[in-house]
């Protein structure tokens, strides 16, 4: 017993250790476009946004009242979130295990779920940067944890649980459909979901999940629907030339996030859950299994970003504790080294790789040394102005002495200031993305020289720099452009 409590305390103090790991290297890594973007929508909240639902706005506000208007303050809840994800998956599968298997083997099965979760280079890299997928995992946790307890371990009323966890997970992404499609079809498609139905249960879960996703129905609403609009018009893509390569992405980039070895569990996961095909075992096959069949309906068409398939890890990181294959810990260490080498590689740069092979060069490298260099090109008193949402967001964070406009049409969604039309301002374009300035919005006075973002020495792109002045139709504010928020270091 001493001997069984001494090893499960290793595995807390493992998970406090690789948690505290993620909060440095979270507060010296620069921030990524994407994140630096969010920092905006936690200054300017709202039911919702173009791209996502507001959840990692809230997330990131959260972080930022407790470290500052940081990169740690953005990021905090990332790696917190993964922690209590973990601990959620792993009490799950340990209730689980209990129904067929010793409170040992059970113990040894729960604490394989999460090392093999914690493996993945998808979560490994995930809970660093704050993106949508650091709430929605968390929520996906919390729902399997609820499901657990209310179908395995007969407490019913977790099934307002797992109603909370679906309504706070669709208010994080709208991928978390997926897995609750899945649910659906249990629920009406097998006998024990239909046993489940002659109860008030999974209705009352409904209805908290209803009152869940009203911020987010409410925006829409107000905007057009256009969050919904352009999430769901990916449905439709259609490209059959293109199909085979993309389903090879979506195998091959699968593998290689969740990292070889412990892709291999979670297949051997699923098959289990396909032999075994007790009540729970068929639920999370309904849950796995229709998020996937849409994933490949969607490659068929169009490329499947790598992080959508993520929203389906805690379920088959569940499915994978009954794999009693010797080698688990191995997997879960050599995810956990692979993920260290690329977080070294973002951190400190030991090889020096070309953008085109460094994907952590292009998204965080020498964005700092960059807005410095661009603020000291343009006189005191004029703003710097971007027509790319990530570029506008890093200029907003990293040069806060300067007023940063962001143009482009999202912005229009943003209850924040608009500059006015006639203005002088400095525009930056990236060579990666550049046309010309585009004319409905600039007109261009003077060319500056060239601006480089770089990091030791290695190229990450080049800017162009234009003295421009603001366009817009009539006289008056741009509707198409915001003052975004600066930093107040």
Known sequence: MRSGLAQYGYWVWGLGLVTALRLVLAAFIPLAPDEAYYRIWALAPAGGYLDHPPMVAVWARMGMFLAGDTPLGVRLMGPLSACLGTVLVVQAASCWLRTQLTPEQARIGAIRAGVLLNG???????????????PLLLFVALMLWGLVHACVGRQRWMWLVVGLAAGLGFESKYTMLLPLGGLAVWLFATRAGRVWLRTPWPFGAACVAVVCVIPVIWWNAQHGWVSFFKQGGRLGDWNSARALGFMGELLGGQAGLASPLIFLFFAGGVWLLWR??????VLLLCMIVLPVAVFVQHALGARVQANWPVVLYPAVALAAAWVLWPWWKIAGFLGLGLTGIVCVQAAFMPLRLSPHLDVTLRQVGGWPAFARAVSAQVPQGFPLVADEYGLASELAFYAPERVVAGVEPRWALFALPRPACGAQAYLVLSH??????????????????????????????TYSLFHVRLRCPAPGLMRDAALLSGNAR
Do not use: C, K
């Open 120 to 134: 993945t280079l998808s979560i490994g890299l995930g809970a660093l940067v704050m993106t949508p997928d650091a």
């Open 276 to 281: 075994r095909r007790d009540s729970f075992s």
């Open 432 to 461: 990666r993305r550049q046309g010309p300035p585009d004319t409905r919005f600039f007109e261009v006075l003077d060319v500056l020289p060239e601006q480089v973002r770089a990091r030791r020495g290695v190229v990450a792109d």
